[in-house]
């Protein structure tokens, strides 16, 4: 059997009036992650986990942030161009295993929602997504707020 594990990471800084977008989806929060494109922190971590599977490179090589082609880019549309690529494509996901760290907002109530959007961008079924949720325990930037990190690790198989 031909595997690769990948894992990735991501932080993003929380501010009022911007959006959550994470894993793909919109959440309604009074605080969202600021970054060039759309900061959606898990998804970010789920690119990299998967360049890193294949090593590949990472999400800032690939997307630069001081390239104005992704400001305000929507993180489906980066997840999607890295799965099409011809190194990536005769791949498939066995599974995805994912951490969000934050403080605020609570995520308990979102966690399938996110679910389930990130088996739909990677085309695998509900059962191969794992997304947990937990605080920083009030420790450092995560834990007073300030910000939201993403951990994911994949394991990708060679299509026969
Ligand atoms: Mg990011």
Redesign the pocket.
Known sequence: MDLRIGQGY???RLAEGRELWLGGIRIASPVGLV?H?D???LL??VIDAVLGALALGD?GGWFPDTDETWRGADSKMLLRRVLEDERVAPWRLVNLDCTIIAERPKLMAHKEAIRSSLAALLGCDVSCVSVKAKTHEKLDSLGAGEALSAIAVVLLEKKG
């Open positions: 991501d932080i993003h970054g494109s900061a959606d922190a970010h971590a999400i």
